[in-house]
Nanobody, 120 residues
Framework: QVQLVESGGGLVQPGGSLRLSCAASGSIFSIDYMGWYRQAPGKERELVAGITSGGSTNYVGSVKGRFTISRDNAKNTVYLQMNSLKPEDTAVYYC??????????????WGQGTQVTVSS
């Protein structure tokens, strides 16, 4: 069984920083694309940032220059460094991964989500 477990969310003042982590565990053969999504109340879930196994990244326009996604392939972990946070960044942040299990099954997995609240 594969699990994605996020950590690092919390309450931060505008202009502050947070670092989210997401560790994948279980029988994993390889992880291709990993991404961070977010969903604010009353809004649809959106892709915030993604990273391929080779390190290529993409970001939604509203976070470019403020957020940085990275990954440690040896630890099956993806990170999201969030700087200059704004109230509109408030949302539940979800980790997502496209991976191949040890049984050779390719599938998409979600973490349980971690709350990020930006408020003074």
């Amino acid at each position: 069984q594969v699990q994605l477990v996020e950590s690092g969310g919390g309450l931060v003042q505008p202009g502050g920083s947070l670092r989210l982590s997401c560790a994948a565990s279980g029988s994993i053969f390889s992880i291709d694309y990993m991404g961070w999504y977010r969903q604010a109340p009353g809004k649809e879930r959106e892709l915030v940032a993604g990273i391929t196994s080779g390190g290529s990244t993409n970001y939604v326009g509203s976070v470019k220059g403020r957020f940085t996604i990275s990954r440690d392939n040896a630890k099956n972990t993806v990170y999201l460094q969030m700087n200059s946070l704004k109230p509109e960044d408030t949302a539940v942040y979800y980790c997502n991964a496209d991976l191949t299990t040890g049984w050779g099954i390719r599938d998409n997995y979600w973490g349980q989500g971690t709350q990020v609240t930006v408020s003074s």
